[in-house]
């Protein structure tokens, strides 16, 4: 028997059955989920391929047709996962979960703070009164070493206030995502769902920044708003130390552990940080000064006295720059959450990496769209040396992309995105640079991989090469460029 002919007997068997043994059906079934099978691989392999994240062949198939079908089976994946996820989420509760809904609402209801207080020494306090007299009130507060309970006489109280909260309302999806996290508190403060194993007063301090970004948000972009049912609760899981930050960003995420401070995770719709004073940073500084105080002991009480004053203002200088981390990564990943859940973005994040990271860096000063002087310091040095990535390649890196691949520049990079998306918020061209935002809200998966510049062009209505040379004198001069100045006051 020839080669030809082994294969064609085989085959022959294959499709048709061997006698007494396979049926026709069964046979028809076997190929079925064999193309299945193969197909689902071959998808696979192609998703693969054209992720710049894990292939390394990316280049070669860039800007093909094949690259574009794959962008599209990518996107197209993404939207049914995300589609089913929220649909499970959303699914009537069983049973057990019913009964874990009211254990969950009296759980809530037991840990909030019935008043607030301003004592005279400037201390705010969060707590639970449990007595009151004509001249004292007996208060317990969350702390760093768990409940504590203060008796405050009238004379230390400079104004209390009774809290007013709304009626605990959990819908099914809330349910779900609060019994992923036993042990911790729960804290119902619409339009956000907090989960947190720190104190309640880290729970208001991320609560009040949360909700200021919150009404600065819907200000400035109130015309790219979707209106929003009243179950579309943000979430928010702030943790008390690094640690455990940490084990859940392995779990949730794939985010770069050793400078990570905080993610927003589509999938979950939540928003992870911690406290920056409890990390290893922290810990870093103080054994850092600690070493350099004890280098510098001596026996003169002055000198010694101004060896500590240095210390003492150098760990306040520190500590400083910790919480503004904090701060700024909660109004960065707040801004990704706002976009995403009031629909400036499209569900399945489709923009283009600069608009997203764009978008929520000018939401990290306070207020909204400050120009940042850290990230302007940063581009005019960039520009010195000449390493300004392209501008009309940084805008056609799609959303699939990532800034890390420009190695040791990937913070000029996110501070190039910054600087176009101020610069296009300018009222020159606020009016324009809104439609083009909507435009981007109606893109499909199969529109994901096609260059962005021509788009966002065509709707400023000023070519690239233009553009260009705005923002590079923007850099160079960071005030008012002539096209801002030539501008009526309503836009473009």
């Not at 020159?428 to 109606?442: I, P, V």
């Not at 070519?463 to 836009?491: C, H």
Request: glycine letters at 4%.
């Amino acid at each position: 028997m020839t080669r030809w002919e082994w294969v064609r007997s085989w085959a022959v068997k294959w499709l048709l059955g061997r006698p007494r043994r396979r049926s026709p059906a069964v046979t028809v079934l076997l190929f079925c989920l064999h193309a299945t099978a193969v197909s689902v691989l071959l998808l696979a392999l192609l998703a693969a391929v054209v992720s710049r994240q894990i292939s390394p062949f990316y280049g070669w198939v860039e800007g093909t047709p094949l690259d574009a079908f794959g962008q599209y089976l990518v996107g197209f994946v993404n939207q049914q996962d995300l589609v089913w996820r929220r649909r499970v989420a959303q699914a009537p509760l069983l049973n057990d979960e019913a009964e874990a809904r009211e254990y969950l609402e009296e759980e809530i209801r037991r840990l909030r703070p019935t008043h607030t207080f301003l004592l005279h020494n400037g201390t705010v306090l969060f707590g639970r009164v449990l007595e009151e007299t004509a001249n004292r009130i007996v208060v317990v507060c969350d702390s760093d070493r768990g409940p504590v309970t203060t008796r405050l006489r009238d004379r230390d109280i400079k104004w209390q206030k009774k809290i007013v909260y709304p009626a605990v309302e959990l819908f099914p999806e809330d349910v779900r995502f609060l019994l992923n996290f036993p042990g911790y508190g729960y804290y119902y403060l619409p339009p956000y769902l907090v989960v947190s194993d720190a104190p309640y007063p880290y729970v208001q301090f991320t609560y009040d920044i949360l909700s200021d970004l919150s009404a600065e948000f819907s200000k400035r972009f109130h015309c790219l708003l979707t209106s929003q049912p009243r179950s579309q609760l943000a979430y928010v899981c702030f943790f008390r130390d690094e640690p455990t930050y940490l084990r859940f960003a392995i779990q949730k995420e794939d985010v770069d552990l050793e400078t990570s401070v905080g993610f927003y995770s589509q999938n979950d719709g939540c928003l992870f940080v911690y406290d920056r004073l409890r990390s290893f940073a922290r810990g870093r500084i103080d054994r850092l000064l600690a070493e350099w105080e004890a280098d510098r002991q001596s026996s003169d009480a002055l000198q010694q006295a101004q060896v500590e004053r240095l210390v003492r203002d150098e760990k306040e200088r520190s500590y400083q720059a910790l919480m503004h981390q904090m701060v700024t990564t909660l109004r960065h990943e707040g801004a990704h959450q706002l976009a995403f859940s009031q629909g400036v973005h499209t569900a399945q994040g489709l923009e283009h990496l600069w608009v997203q990271e764009g978008l929520a860096q000018y939401c990290e000063s306070s207020p909204i769209g400050e120009p940042i002087v850290e990230k302007l310091a940063l581009l005019r040095d960039a520009q010195n040396r000449h390493t300004l990535v392209p501008w009309q390649e940084l805008v056609d890196v799609p959303a699939s992309g990532s800034f890390s691949a420009y190695t040791e520049h990937t913070a000029q990079a996110y501070a190039q995105a910054w600087l176009m998306f101020y610069h296009l918020m300018q009222p020159a061209y606020r009016t324009h640079f809104m439609m083009y935002l909507q435009k981007l809200h109606r893109l499909t998966p199969g529109e994901v991989a096609k260059p962005d510049s021509e788009m966002l062009a065509k709707c400023i209505e000023l070519s690239f090469v233009d553009l260009a040379r705005e923002l590079n004198d923007r850099i160079r001069n960071p005030g008012t460029t002539r096209q801002e100045e030539r501008a009526p006051s309503g836009g473009r």
